[in-house]
């Protein structure tokens, strides 16, 4: 899977959570949980790889540096999130609003940032990126779940 791909799929999964959030309502924390793990691994990555990699072509430096400022977005609600009360009112009006942002952001990467991407970047260089990708995904996960047994 190359670069494109691979983050690709993962948005059809956030997605496919958020779908499952709202046809369900209420207070699903443990849905919760999987999403915010899922945008947890998915922003490391693109900040980690890729980003770093496509900001310095000068037509993508505005709109890697604005992904990032809506990733930060989206880790305060669920920072946010994560420190209400079970029961709280505010949970379902702000996974509302998170949903809404990560698929605003979604939809710029897929739509502005990718295309571009895919016409500035080789082929090859796609595919190792997709390889890199795919192996910090895993050692980030292992470290997660190590922090989260402790
Ligand atoms: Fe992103
Ligand atoms: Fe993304």
Request: negative net charge; without cysteine.
């Amino acid at each position: 899977m190359n670069a494109i791909e691979l983050l690709k799929a993962d948005h059809e999964k956030v997605k496919s959570l958020f779908k499952q959030a709202e046809a369900e309502g209420g207070n699903n924390w443990e849905l919760f949980k999987k999403i915010k793990e899922e945008l947890d691994v998915h922003t490391h990555i693109e900040e980690e790889i890729l980003y770093p990699r496509i900001k310095e072509v000068e037509e993508l430096t505005d709109i890697v540096l604005e992904g990032v400022e809506e990733h930060h977005q989206a880790k305060v609600v669920m920072r946010e999130m994560e420190a209400l009360s079970k029961d709280s009112e505010k949970f379902e009006p702000k996974m509302m609003v998170l949903m809404e942002n990560v698929e605003h952001h979604i939809k710029e990467e897929e739509e502005e940032m990718f295309p571009k991407i895919e016409k500035l970047i080789a082929e090859e260089e796609l595919e190792e990126l997709g390889r890199r990708l795919e192996a910090e995904k895993r050692s980030f996960s292992r470290k997660m779940t190590g922090r989260a047994a402790k």
